[in-house]
């Protein structure tokens, strides 16, 4: 079992940054494929960004693209996305997870965090 545990939401001006981190217990996160994804009101939760078990490969949504970075530090066991050059479409719930496969798709991931909230106000 994989506990995971989102931090560093908030409330930011669009052209802002925020931070992400995603604190795994249970097992360590170098055997997992990583994501973030995110859930707006009244929308379906979406892919945002992905790193592989070993780290070497990375795969983000064209939407978030050039804006977020996706980081693993394994000697903390975390996971982290830095968002920078916020805008309002990013305001949602942000999901971080952990599977044994590596993709967009949300069955590709067994472990779920509860969410952490980030508003971005215009």
């Known amino acids: 079992q994989v506990q995971l545990v989102e931090s560093g939401g908030g409330l930011v001006q669009a052209g802002g940054s925020l931070r992400l981190s995603c604190a795994a217990s249970g097992r360590t996160i170098s055997n997992y494929a990583m994501g973030w994804f995110r859930q707006a009101p009244g929308k379906e939760r979406e892919f945002v960004a992905a790193?592989?078990?070993?780290?070497?490969?990375?795969y983000y949504a064209d939407s978030v693209k050039g804006r977020f970075t996706i980081s693993r530090d394994n000697a903390k066991n975390t996971l982290y996305l830095q968002m920078n050059s916020l805008n309002p479409d990013d305001t949602a719930m942000y999901y971080c997870?952990?599977?044994?496969?590596?993709?967009?798709?949300?069955?590709?991931?067994?472990?779920w965090g509860q969410g952490t909230q980030v508003t971005v106000s215009s």
């Open positions: 790193k592989n078990g070993s780290g070497v490969s990375t």
């Open positions: 997870a952990a599977g044994n496969s590596y993709g967009r798709s949300q069955r590709e991931y067994r472990y």
